[in-house]
């Protein structure tokens, strides 16, 4: 079993910065990939940046050159610059476990002038 709690969304105007932090817990050990989602209203979950347990890392095209996924330990970060109301979503911590796929609950971001 894996735990993933994530912090640090809120309310930012257009350009504004935020930080993301997913902690982890459990039997990360087994973890091989970490990723960041995030669901818009009305539209389905997408993939945002991900980081492989080898250290390859990906972003969707809309957030290249604006966010930043890293890894600390247990704890997977997402710095999120430049902020634009498109962004605005509710974003969820991923673990791809070699047994399961493990949630975290989601944090609000909300960019809006």
């Known amino acids: 079993q894996v735990q993933l709690v994530e912090s640090g969304g809120g309310s930012v105007q257009p350009g504004g910065s935020l930080r993301l932090s997913c902690a982890a817990s459990?039997?990360?050990?087994?973890?091989?990939?970490w990723g960041w989602y995030r669901q818009a209203p009305g539209k389905s979950r997408e993939l945002v940046a991900a980081?492989?347990?080898?250290?390859s890392i990906s972003y969707a095209e809309s957030v290249k050159g604006r966010f930043t996924i890293s890894r600390d330990g247990a704890t997977v970060y997402l710095q999120m610059n430049s902020l634009k109301p498109e962004d605005t979503a509710v974003y969820f911590c991923?673990?791809?476990?070699?047994?399961?796929?493990?949630w975290g609950q989601g944090t609000q971001v909300t960019v809006s002038s």
């Open positions: 991923r673990a791809d476990h070699a047994i399961a796929t493990y």
């Open positions: 459990g039997r990360i050990f087994s973890i091989y990939t």
């Open positions: 980081i492989m347990s080898g250290g």
